[in-house]
Structures are given as C-alpha cells and as structure tokens.
C-alpha cells in the first residue's frame, strides 16, 4: 500500500507564490506516473498537471502553465508543486496522486488564494 502525505497548503494573497509537498512512502522511481489535481468549492476534482516516470516529462492544464510546475526529489520521495502568480481561481483543495498498478491519493491540503 502506497501511502501519501501532502502539506504546504494555507493563505497567500493574489499574485503570490506557494509550494506544495506530497512525500510517498516509496521510491517514486518505482511509480508509474504522479500528478496533482484540485477541487475548488463545489467543483468537481480536476487534473492540474502531470509527470510521467521514467521519463519525467511534464504536462500541466492551460490555465496553469507557465505558473505552476511540479517536481520531484527522489531522495526524499516527495512531489512537489510550485505556484506562482497565483490568483482566487487557483483556491481549492490540492490532492497529489499517484499510480503503479493501482492509483493511490493523498488527503489533500487546502489552499486559498486572497483577491
């Protein structure tokens, strides 16, 4: 069992920046793919972006690109998503995901953006 644990979430007003962590507890090397996805207030849960393993190649939702990135250390086995420019359309709760086999999710961390 693949286990999940984001933080780093809070308040940060428009235009500002917040990192996101997600630690697994194993070798992300070992995964498949590992993505992180929002759900802002009574909106479905939707995909922000994605990283394929091995080739670590990146791919984010449009409103997001050239603002948000994810990242990893595979030291640690922690994902993480950088946000920048962040503006309220950006508030919700974020949850890191993550599949080999089988697709495993985090608890989420909120995160609220002031206008």
């Known amino acids: 069992q693949v286990h999940l644990v984001e933080s780093g979430g809070g308040l940060v007003q428009a235009g500002g920046s917040l990192t996101l962590s997600c630690v697994v507890s194993?070798?992300?090397?070992?995964?498949?793919?590992i993505a992180w996805h929002r759900q802002a207030p009574e909106k479905q849960r939707e995909l922000v972006g994605v990283?394929?393993?091995?080739?670590?190649?990146?791919d984010y939702v449009d409103y997001v690109k050239g603002r948000f990135s994810i990242s990893s250390d595979d030291k640690k086995n922690t994902i993480y998503l950088s946000m920048n420019n962040m503006n309220p359309g950006d508030t919700g709760v974020y949850y890191c995901?993550?599949?080999?086999?089988?697709?495993?999710w985090g608890q989420g961390t909120r995160v609220t953006v002031s206008s």
């Open positions: 995901q993550c599949w080999d086999r089988q697709v495993y």
């Open positions: 990283i394929t393993i091995p080739t670590i190649t990146p």
């Open positions: 194993v070798n992300i090397t070992n995964l498949y793919g």
